[in-house]
Nanobody, 131 residues
């Protein structure tokens, strides 16, 4: 499994960015793709997840309503559209292949679950939001 990430950069608060994750080497319908981020001094956290076969999309509460996960099936590429960015969104962002999207029963919030980790991650890209 190979995941190649692109996008990221510096943007002002309220602005937008789009991250791309080009995937190869596995059967996409059998797995999920998740987006994660890690800010300096903080643990890595889940941001969004998609199970392309069923069209299920999930988000963390901190990005719900601002970020959108999508796929381009012809290109085997996954996207994270980030709108209304905030300084708190500053982090290194990663995409990863997952066995499933782990969500909380109460509100379907997506979260990082090591048991779901297929072990394939992108190289990471820096997103910096200035105030």
């Amino acid at each position: 499994v190979q995941l190649v990430e692109s996008g990221g950069g510096l943007v002002q608060s309220g602005g937008s960015l789009r991250l791309s994750c080009a995937a190869s080497g596995f059967t996409f319908d059998d797995y999920s793709i998740g987006w994660f981020r890690q800010a300096p001094g903080k643990e890595r956290e889940g941001v969004s997840c998609i199970r392309r076969k069923w069209g299920n999309r999930y988000y963390s509460n901190s990005v719900k309503g601002r970020f959108t996960i999508s796929t381009d099936n012809d290109k085997n590429t996954f996207y994270l559209q980030m709108d209304r960015l905030k300084p708190d969104d500053t982090a290194v962002y990663y995409c990863a292949a997952l066995y499933w999207c782990s969500i909380r029963r109460t509100d379907e919030e997506f979260f990082l679950d090591h048991q779901a980790d297929l072990g394939s991650w992108s190289q990471g890209t820096q997103v910096t939001v200035s105030s």
